[in-house]
């Protein structure tokens, strides 16, 4: 069965190409989303198994949209993978300390490093 895969970028090429490599592999069916103001609608419509999010996004940012799916019960135990073009980020004082210890990838990560953490999820145990 395949694994469900959220991912949220506002670049849109990123997740088009990301989209597409990890499909190719024939694990994962994979959903987009590029305006962070319509996750929550479709982590719940479609239910993923992981998320892969941004950290920074011009109305929110990763650690924000983290926080509200974790406020969801049926989200709150849902995988985050937090993908990142700067090297150094400073967490909000607030961000709690589940929060802080979810995974970040480092853009670009190429796809075998984006599917490591991933399946590193599912291995766990």
């Not at 993923?48 to 049926?74: H, N």
Request: proline share 6%; aromatic share 6%; charged share 30%.
């Amino acid at each position: 069965m395949k694994k469900k895969i959220l991912i949220v970028d506002d670049e849109e090429s990123f997740t088009k190409l990301l989209k597409l490599s990890l499909e190719k592999t024939g694990d994962y069916e994979v959903y987009e989303e590029n305006d962070p103001t319509n996750v929550l609608d479709l982590a719940r419509s479609c239910q993923p198994d992981v998320l892969l999010v941004d950290l920074i996004m011009p109305q929110t940012d990763g650690y924000e949209l983290a926080k509200s799916l974790r406020d969801i019960p049926s989200m709150s135990q849902l995988p985050i993978i937090f993908l990142t073009a700067v090297m150094e980020t400073q967490l909000p004082e607030e961000t709690s300390e589940d929060i802080r210890k979810l995974p970040h990838l480092h853009k670009p990560a190429t796809t075998q490093e984006v599917i490591d953490c991933i399946e590193a999820y599912f291995t766990k145990g």
